[in-house]
């Protein structure tokens, strides 16, 4: 509880249902905090919300999809190898080596509860990949200084450059990008726009179907191409969503790009993909570099 005593429930309970678990039924501070942040405090919140997670039955099948999408997209395994084993191996926690995780536009988990919880969720992805917190990267525009802080305190990387998701993965990566605009998405597979880096990839965040579906197919083709091409020949296993939850990790897929499928692209497909510009889009969902003057 914070000290504004004020409470939230990410989803109503119906009238005479019974009671959910205590999760996410906790304060919101409604206003952002101007006043310094208490460092040792906010850490302590995101690992009492990490103790909370760890404690769902959703929290399980989240850690195996990811484990399975690991061995599946990044190991060297036969063709031909037994789906039976690639889970086998997801549940013993072997993801790969080596593995580097980004996030991008958590939130101001601070003060936003859905954004403690997808950080939590973030750190505990770390735990079951065995990636070093030191390896995960993490950047938004809208963290504070002291977030800034409390983010280093638990032992994560924050970057101080806006990439605008345009980051190049020269190993396995994974992607973690909870609720980001289209344009984030859409500039890193530009950015990796080909069939040595796509495979690389992890990503954590949007279903690019659900993107698909709620958005008019002239618009996603123009101003998204890169989502558009890469929708039909991505693997997307959708991660489970309790009702309660349901502001915090709706429309959550694993998505990966398996070599075989991306073959199934002409070759002109990975011919000189030109920059996205979003000319046609005046309310881009993702704030933009600065540029020099």
């Given at each position: 509880?914070?000290?504004?005593?004020?409470?939230?429930?990410v989803?109503?309970?119906?009238?005479?249902?019974?009671?959910?678990?205590?999760?996410?039924?906790?304060?919101?501070?409604?206003?952002?905090?101007?006043?310094?942040?208490?460092?040792?405090?906010?850490?302590?919140?995101?690992?009492?919300?990490?103790?909370?997670?760890?404690?769902?039955?959703?929290?399980?099948?989240?850690?195996?999809?990811?484990?399975?999408?690991?061995?599946?997209?990044?190991?060297?395994?036969?063709?031909?190898?037994?789906?039976?084993d690639?889970?086998?191996?997801?549940?013993?926690?072997?993801?790969?080596?080596?593995?580097?995780?980004?996030?991008?536009?958590?939130?101001?988990?601070?003060?936003?509860?859905?954004?403690?919880?997808?950080?939590?969720?973030l750190?505990?992805?770390?735990?079951?990949?065995?990636?070093?917190?030191?390896?995960?990267?993490?950047?938004?525009?809208?963290?504070?200084?002291?977030?800034?802080?409390?983010?280093?305190?638990?032992?994560?990387?924050?970057?101080?450059?806006?990439?605008?998701?345009?980051?190049?993965?020269?190993?396995?990566?994974?992607?973690?990008?909870?609720?980001c605009?289209?344009?984030?998405?859409?500039?890193?597979?530009?950015?990796?726009?080909?069939?040595?880096?796509?495979?690389?990839?992890?990503?954590?965040?949007?279903?690019?179907?659900?993107?698909?579906?709620?958005?008019?197919?002239?618009?996603?083709?123009?101003?998204?191409?890169?989502?558009?091409?890469?929708?039909?020949?991505?693997a997307?296993?959708?991660?489970?969503?309790?009702?309660?939850?349901?502001?915090?990790?709706?429309?959550?897929?694993?998505?990966?790009?398996?070599?075989?499928?991306?073959?199934?692209?002409?070759?002109?497909?990975?011919?000189?993909?030109?920059?996205?510009?979003?000319?046609?889009?005046?309310?881009?969902?993702?704030?933009?570099?600065?540029?020099?003057?």
């Amino acid at each position: 509880m914070s000290d504004t005593g004020e409470e939230w429930q990410v989803a109503r309970r119906r009238k005479g249902a019974a009671r959910k678990s205590n999760l996410l039924q906790v304060s919101v501070a409604s206003t952002c905090c101007q006043e310094q942040l208490d460092i040792g405090k906010t850490v302590k919140r995101i690992r009492d919300t990490v103790s909370e997670l760890r404690c769902e039955d959703f929290w399980q099948e989240w850690k195996e999809q990811l484990l399975v999408a690991g061995p599946a997209s990044l190991s060297k395994h036969p063709e031909n190898e037994d789906p039976a084993d690639q889970l086998e191996k997801g549940r013993e926690g072997r993801l790969c080596p080596h593995l580097e995780c980004v996030c991008y536009g958590l939130g101001s988990f601070s003060s936003c509860t859905s954004a403690r919880y997808q950080l939590a969720m973030l750190l505990l992805l770390l735990d079951a990949g065995q990636i070093p917190l030191k390896d995960c990267s993490v950047y938004d525009p809208a963290f504070s200084t002291g977030e800034r802080d409390a983010l280093r305190e638990l032992g994560l990387t924050v970057l101080t450059e806006n990439e605008e998701g345009k980051r190049l993965a020269t190993k396995p990566t994974l992607f973690y990008m909870m609720h980001c605009g289209k344009a984030l998405y859409n500039n890193l597979l530009w950015k990796n726009w080909s069939t040595r880096c796509l495979p690389l990839m992890i990503i954590v965040g949007n279903s690019f179907n659900g993107m698909r579906d709620r958005t008019i197919e002239r618009e996603f083709k123009r101003d998204y191409s890169y989502i558009s091409q890469a929708v039909d020949v991505c693997a997307e296993r959708q991660l489970p969503c309790p009702s309660r939850v349901i502001d915090v990790f709706s429309d959550t897929a694993v998505i990966t790009f398996p070599t075989s499928d991306l073959n199934r692209l002409p070759q002109s497909t990975w011919a000189e993909p030109p920059e996205p510009q979003y000319q046609h889009c005046p309310d881009l969902e993702i704030i933009q570099r600065k540029t020099q003057s």
